[in-house]
């Protein structure tokens, strides 16, 4: 059974532009959560979706958006990025059949640079 | 909100020894679970053990054991017979049952260990 999938493992951009990540759950996973990690700041929750909808939202700005597919895949968008938008951004996938303690697989991440 | 606190940067263990990692969190919730993941050079984070707040016997999973102690908002990982593969950077992580059916983790800010031969 193939983990989660993140394209592409490394992005190099520049401050203004924006960029997309792409997230490929394991199969039958229905809920799919972003996360950002930084030396500074250390693992910070972006946002979560389950069918297609937002369920949580972490404390970023606007300019980071998200969305779920109907096939569980999960993009999230960064919009006029900034130097501090460098970071490892993670994406984990769940069954999520409805307990708490539901197990979180993670992807190895997109590791993007803003220049 | 809830925190989660690893004090200890750094630690370093040799080879077949044992090592404790300590982790503790601030919340005001009677239930909740814990875990700890681990975070190897491949950056994939990889869960290693999950502790349920409601539960009293510490969680084990072969050579990693909890001692979780809620009253103290403690949870510490134990690592027998230390392996070269363990080194990696481990971190806590606290989830509320109280978010809407949210999986939202709240993250310390890791602890690198190394295993040294």
Not at chain 1, 89 to 115: H, I, N, P, R
């Amino acid at each position: 059974k193939a983990g989660v999938t993140q394209t592409p493992r490394y992005l190099i951009k520049t401050r203004g532009q924006q960029v997309t990540l792409s997230c490929s759950p394991i199969s039958g996973h229905r809920s799919v959560s972003w996360y950002q990690q930084t030396p500074g700041q250390g693992l910070q929750f972006l946002f979560e979706y389950f069918s297609e909808t937002q369920r949580n939202k972490g404390n970023f700005p606007g300019r980071f958006s998200g969305r779920q597919f109907s096939n569980s895949r999960s993009e999230m968008n960064v919009s006029t990025l900034e130097l501090g938008d460098s970071a490892l951004y993670l994406c984990a996938s769940s069954l999520d059949v409805g307990g708490a303690g539901e197990k979180l697989f993670f992807g190895s991440g997109t590791q993007l640079s803003v220049l | 909100a809830q925190t989660v606190t690893q004090s200890q940067p750094e630690m370093s263990v040799q080879e077949a020894e044992t090592v404790t990692l300590s982790c503790t969190y601030d919340t005001s919730e009677s239930d909740y679970y814990l875990f700890w993941y681990k975070q190897p050079p491949s950056r994939q984070m990889i869960l290693v053990i999950r502790q349920e707040a409601y539960k009293q016997q510490n969680a084990t999973e072969n050579r990693f054991s909890v001692n979780f102690q809620k009253a103290a908002k403690s949870f510490s990982l134990k690592i027998s017979d230390s392996q070269l593969g363990d080194a990696a950077m481990y971190f806590c992580a606290y989830r509320s049952v109280r978010q809407g059916g949210s999986e939202k983790l709240v993250f310390g800010k890791g602890m690198k260990l190394t295993v040294n031969p």
